[in-house]
């Protein structure tokens, strides 16, 4: 099907992103597309005044972050396809269309992987170990395996976009949206995409760190995804801990040392553990029943 780039909202979230905003516009224009919103995190350099230039719709954002920026601008969209990318130059424009097509197929969010062969020089190797570390942790706690949930580059519907519940401020808002559209079983096609390196701009990104904080969410989100996984790690945290405090109390009786306060925290602990370990499996299987439910209600109405 021929994409209608008129129906399409080219969104960039900028931070200092003037050596390459220029150019990434202007190569949109070019390609037809006519709606370019650049939402800038108040920018220290020209970004704004480049993005302007070149024909841009500019707004400044009112919070802080990436996913404050993505979080604003999704409330004023309007056209009903929305292609997301970062302003570091560090994707092609050409590529977007191949994120569009699979939305007019009746797909939910297309995702551009980065993560194949023929781009891997453009990561770092730790970045790359991460993202794959990251991946893995995702399709074990959400269920799905979307093979880049922290890619930049994706189009959405904006009817999909207008039913996530989203709230993280910062870089996990790939993760976030990733998660809300397998809880809102969204269609998601999986697009290989050319990822290039940043040029004339320095990355905000801190490998460890910003690690943590996306594996956070990833974990946080799962409560609703796939509560047996949330409560089973946490219960079972809880419960080694206690054995580990148990193993401690042995081996301190068998120099004849008593400790009974420590004695009842282990098995506290281990009961505890124990319990919520079971109360995932009994979430997760009200879960169960619940989608099952839904989804003989949507087949009733689709009708015969």
């Not at 062969?117 to 395996?145: C, D, E, M, P």
């Not at 976009?161 to 269609?187: C, D, P, Q, W």
């Not at 089973?232 to 401690?248: H, K």
Request: proline share 4%; aromatic share 10%.
């Amino acid at each position: 099907m021929e994409i209608d780039k008129d129906q399409v909202t080219i969104l960039i979230p900028t931070l200092n992103e003037e050596p390459t905003i220029g150019d990434l516009v202007q190569r949109f224009f070019a390609l037809g597309y006519s709606d370019i919103l650049v939402i800038d995190g108040r920018s220290t350099d020209m970004t704004r005044e480049v993005a302007a230039k070149n024909g841009a719709r500019v707004i400044i954002q009112t919070g802080k972050g990436k996913g404050n920026a993505f979080i604003q601008a999704v409330s004023i969209l309007t056209r009903p396809y929305v292609l997301l990318l970062d302003g570091d130059g560090t994707y092609e424009p050409e590529d977007g269309k191949d994120l569009i097509s699979p939305l007019l197929m009746g797909y939910d969010q297309s995702i551009g992987n980065r993560l194949i062969q023929g781009n891997y020089a453009s990561f770092h190797r730790l970045n790359l170990t991460g993202n794959h570390i990251l991946n893995w942790l995702f399709k074990v706690a959400h269920g799905r395996y979307l093979y880049d949930i922290l890619s930049g580059y994706r189009a959405f519907t904006l009817s999909s976009l207008r039913k996530m519940h989203l709230y993280e401020e910062g870089f996990g808002i790939e993760t976030e949206i990733s998660a809300e559209a397998v809880k809102n079983n969204n269609r998601i096609a999986v697009i290989p995409i050319r990822y290039g390196v940043r040029v004339g701009s320095v990355t905000k990104l801190e490998p460890i760190h910003d690690c943590l904080k996306i594996g956070r969410p990833i974990y946080r989100l799962s409560k609703l995804n796939n509560p047996r996984f949330y409560f089973g790690f946490l219960g079972i945290f809880i419960s080694l801990t206690g054995i580990a405090i148990g193993i401690y109390i042995v081996s301190e009786w068998m120099r004849n040392i008593d400790h009974i306060p420590l004695t009842i925290l282990s098995v506290m602990l281990i009961i505890v553990g124990l319990q919520i370990f079971m109360f995932g499996i009994q979430s997760d299987m009200l879960l169960a029943y619940q989608r099952e439910m839904l989804h003989e209600i949507n087949e009733i109405r689709k009708g015969p």
